[in-house]
């Protein structure tokens, strides 16, 4: 085989024409982004959004992912879904609309990687005790997190801190549209094609996905399913097409189907919304009054009922509630612990006590743990003897 020449490799310049080309006038093209707080040489090979994308998977935050948990904590068992193989999923669906829309793949990528960034320990419960924690004190939200993390928290580089990431991508993990640090360029009301994509990605993931665990747990019966419109549908033409199968690959063939015919209806409304609302370039999809990537009415009808259904037979059920009170003990003791004597907290952590709000501090420690560092850390601090 011969050698390629350096000719024929494909440049940034080349990628960004290339987006030019096939992206839809109202994506977000990498070479229109508004820059980085600081100012860095392009890369050669790399678009801004591509180099935005490998950021977040090489950042520490992106790692701690594979160990903090959505409803099950993770010593429940190793098969259900952690904040990393739902990034992953988010993700994975997100480009998948992304493409058939002309939208920017690799800006929806990167929002997808990072948009679960600032989510603490013991998945919901754990945002629920962060938040009371720092009632009076700011607050917590994860969103807001995420910023906090790709802005400041993250160490790589030796003139900034951070992570340093683009405009566009920090706008896109800003759902409250709070004023973004660093930069003079105003929030539009709404947010962009693509991170609307992201948004509702994780809809789509982690409503299918939670049915899925919950039907592994034993906490969700998949007969008590039946009696909701769209399972229903859904498993009436899995079972005639496919007659006998286990009753583990029909539920992966349930699952399946149901993301699938979310997705196609998804691309189909939003086809028709970004006509009807006149989107022809990223500013119109951020002024305009009301989504241009959504579900169809009748989708939306028949999605509720799965919802609800969710909220009461999963995330109210009593062992996850249990485990939920358990966790936010954990999370609570650690924090009134720290406060009370911050001598405990690591070298790194305790130094910036003497420049910030020791609360914002240790719930920014705390929000980076990890369910087992965690669970670790409470046994160290309050059973010394196990």
């Known amino acids: 085989m011969p050698r390629r020449s350096a000719e024929n490799l494909v440049t940034r310049k080349q990628l960004e024409e290339q987006e030019r080309r096939t992206l839809a006038s109202f994506a977000v093209c990498s070479r229109d982004s508004r820059g980085r707080a600081h100012p860095e040489p392009e890369h050669p090979y790399r678009t801004c959004f591509q180099r935005d994308r490998d950021r977040i998977i090489h950042s520490t935050a992106f790692r701690r992912l594979e160990y903090k948990t959505q409803v099950f904590v993770i010593h429940e068992g190793d098969y259900y879904r952690t904040r990393l193989t739902h990034t992953l999923e988010v993700s994975q669906i997100a480009g998948t609309i992304a493409r058939a829309l002309r939208l920017n793949a690799d800006l929806v990528e990167g929002v997808a990687l990072a948009h679960d960034l600032g989510h603490g320990p013991f998945g919901h419960s754990g945002e629920d005790a962060l938040t009371s924690l720092m009632q009076g004190h700011g607050g917590f939200d994860h969103n807001l997190q995420a910023l906090r993390i790709v802005d400041q928290l993250e160490e790589r580089y030796p003139k900034f801190p951070g992570l340093n990431l683009t405009w566009e991508v920090r706008e896109s993990l800003n759902k409250h549209r709070v004023p973004l640090a660093s930069s003079p360029v105003p929030l539009r009301p709404n947010l962009n094609c693509e991170a609307q994509v992201v948004n509702i990605s994780d809809e789509i993931a982690y409503d299918n996905h939670d049915l899925d665990d ?89 999605r509720a009922p799965l919802k609800e259904f969710l909220n009461e037979e999963l995330y109210h059920h009593h062992r996850v509630v249990r485990m939920a009170e358990k966790a936010k003990r954990f999370l609570a003791g650690l924090f009134e612990t720290y406060l009370r004597n911050p001598k405990q907290l690591p070298d790194t952590t305790r130094r910036r006590l003497k420049n910030e709000d020791p609360y914002r501090v240790i719930c920014d420690y705390l929000a980076g743990m990890t369910d087992r560092y965690a669970m670790d850390e409470y046994k160290k601090l309050f059973h010394p003897e196990v």
């Open 214 to 302: 919950g039907i592994t747990s034993g906490l969700i019966r998949e007969e008590a399913l039946r009696q909701i419109p769209l399972w229903r549908q859904v498993w009436k033409e899995v079972a005639a097409a496919s007659p006998g199968i286990s009753p583990e690959r029909r539920k992966y063939q349930i699952i399946r189907r149901l993301i699938d015919l979310q997705v196609t209806d998804l691309l189909r409304e939003s086809d028709r919304r970004i006509r009807s609302l006149k989107i022809v370039k990223p500013a119109d999809a951020q002024d305009s009054p009301e989504s241009c990537i959504a579900f169809s009415p009748s989708m939306s009808r028949l």
